[in-house]
């Protein structure tokens, strides 16, 4: 079985956490970054100066402690360097591929789109390799001038109802290039790019829902974006609206995914009359169970929103009187979704403590 990267381990998150918060608000302090981040002065101090030694940080003037010129020790400022690393994330959706280069404050240096032609479901690992094969030269040519920057590639795949594509395959032949790989599934990967580069600070617990080849879904909590078991992603799509009705290919009846018109796992969410309201009606459900506190929508699909917003604002504002459910579209574009393959890399590689960062195999 292939596995993705664990996401869910809280320690995991804290090297990220600290360096989003340089990015968003520098310069700051180490004072700072403790107070904003929850996390002990002694463990900043340990990821601030690490990260400097890499030459990911850079310490940058400083101010008087809070105790006044007479108070002790200036505080010095820190900041990110933008180029000291670069990724390369790619989303393989239902038509096709997209391939970035992205650094470590993400900045897009070069993105490249690669049509199938045809739906995923419909090639074999070879002809997905040979497209992978395509973008990649080209990705890697546009880094060959900074390639000891490169920290790895990143992957964000449809799971579960796999095509008939050996990812295995796949794997072994990026695996060719010598670079740590990195694999989440897509709507995982896509929540972990909003976490890095999108909405930012909202409040949590929020439900990432992502709009693509079906309907999938990631939880974010207060240490980022929760991956489950095998890389799955939370089945928003297969959430059970109604006793009976048509069976699903997944086995089941009475599927979300059977209400908004898409009926097989090749051709992607089709929009219906209604289906903000069944998406709603399922949303609702889920926000109730998981305590949901901000709703964020994305994915290569998620236009099929549209002026539809309004109808599943109007069912989640009126699901909690006190503390309601804040509802968003992710910042993160559809054409930009590669950028959350590439925080797949940054993620794993910058947190030393995983047992690895390449993924494994049994
Ligand atoms: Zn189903």
Same mark, same amino acid.
């Given at each position: ?35 904003l ?29 809070? #105790?006044? %010129? =007479? ?7 820190? @900041?990110? *360097?933008?180029?000291?690393r670069?990724?390369? $994330? ?37 002809q ?46 990026l695996?060719?290039? #010598?670079? %740590? =790989? ?7 990967? @896509?929540? *972990? ?6 909405? $930012? ?21 207060r ?10 992603p ?59 506190q ?69």
């Amino acid at each position: 079985m292939l596995q993705g990267v664990n996401l869910s381990l809280v320690k995991a998150h804290n090297e990220a956490v600290v360096i989003n918060l340089i990015r968003r608000r520098a310069p700051i302090s180490r004072y700072e970054l403790a107070e904003l981040s929850g996390l002990t002065p002694p463990t900043i101090s340990v990821i601030v100066n690490r990260l400097v030694l890499e030459g990911i940080l850079v310490e940058s003037g400083s101010a008087p402690s809070r #105790g006044g %010129s =007479l108070g002790g020790r200036r505080r010095r400022y820190l @900041a990110l *360097l933008p180029d000291s690393r670069l990724a390369i $994330g790619i989303l393989v959706n239902r038509t096709g591929c997209v391939g970035a280069v992205v650094n470590i404050a993400g900045s897009v240096q070069t993105i490249v789109n690669q049509p199938f032609g045809t739906y995923l479901a419909e090639l074999s690992a070879q002809q997905l390799i040979a497209g992978l094969d395509r973008m990649l030269r080209g990705l890697l040519e546009h880094t060959s001038h900074v390639k000891p920057h490169v920290m790895g590639i990143g992957l964000g795949v449809p799971t579960w109802y796999p095509p008939d594509i050996d990812w295995q395959m796949v794997v072994n032949y990026l695996g060719q290039y #010598g670079l %740590s =790989l990195s694999f989440a599934n897509n709507a995982v990967s @896509a929540a *972990l790019g909003e976490w890095w580069y999108g909405v $930012g600070e909202v409040a949590l617990p929020a439900l990432y829902v992502f709009f693509g080849g079906g309907i999938g879904g990631c939880l974010i909590t207060r240490g980022g974006p929760v991956a489950m078991p095998e890389f799955r992603p939370v089945e928003l799509g297969h959430l059970g609206i109604a006793s009976g009705g048509p069976p699903c290919y997944c086995g089941g009846q009475g599927c979300l995914e059977n209400f908004i018109g898409h009926a097989d796992e090749h051709h992607g969410v089709t929009k219906q009359h209604n289906t903000m309201q069944y998406v709603g009606y399922a949303l609702r459900s889920l926000c109730h169970l998981l305590n949901i506190q901000t709703v964020i929508l994305g994915g290569p699909e998620v236009t099929i929103v549209g002026e539809d917003l309004d109808e599943l604002n109007m069912q989640l504002s009126g699901l909690r009187r006190i503390d309601p459910i804040g509802l968003c579209f992710g910042r993160i574009s559809p054409e930009n979704l590669a950028l959350g393959a590439a925080a797949l890399v940054f993620q794993t590689n910058l947190t030393r403590h995983l047992d690895s960062a390449v993924p494994e195999y049994h």
